[in-house]
């Protein structure tokens, strides 16, 4: 049983000197950085715009919608890397090429769907 418990021993002592090695990281940093705060640097900002305004901003939904759209296209192009790897291996080129189009049906689905909804329009 001790050397079941053993190889946790190790795993633990290895978050440890992790833990330490981060620790004086950022304990030397603090100790070594220049602190003099002026009012410009305490203003907050945003990608180096100055703040104007409230501080409250309403969104509109379409932009959520683009921004899952663009996610479904990433998830599509992940998936077609390893299709194309796939679909050159002798005894795959057929099914596999089936697959793809149902799995290009969903998303072209997906896409008339929005597009009937009228949420890929840009007003």
């Known amino acids: 049983m001790s050397g079941y418990f053993s190889s ?4 633990l002592v290895l978050f440890a000197v992790g833990l330490v090695i981060v620790a004086g990281a950022l304990f030397v940093n603090r100790m070594l950085r220049p ?4 009012p410009e640097k305490l203003l907050s900002y945003e990608c180096g715009v100055d703040p104007v305004g409230g501080d ?3 969104s509109q939904v379409r932009y959520y919608v683009y921004t899952y759209l663009y996610v479904v296209f990433a998830v599509d192009a992940v998936f077609l890397f390893p299709w194309a790897t796939i679909f050159a291996a002798p005894g795959f080129g057929m ?8 799995f290009l049906g969903f998303i072209a689905l997906g896409i008339l769907y929005g597009w009937r909804k009228r949420v890929l329009t840009w007003t």
Request: hydrophobic share 55%; charged share 15%; net charge negative.
């Open 95 to 102: 099914t596999t090429l089936a697959e793809m189009f149902v």
């Open 56 to 58: 409250w901003a309403q």
């Open 35 to 38: 602190d003099r705060p002026t």
């Open 8 to 11: 946790y021993a190790v795993v």
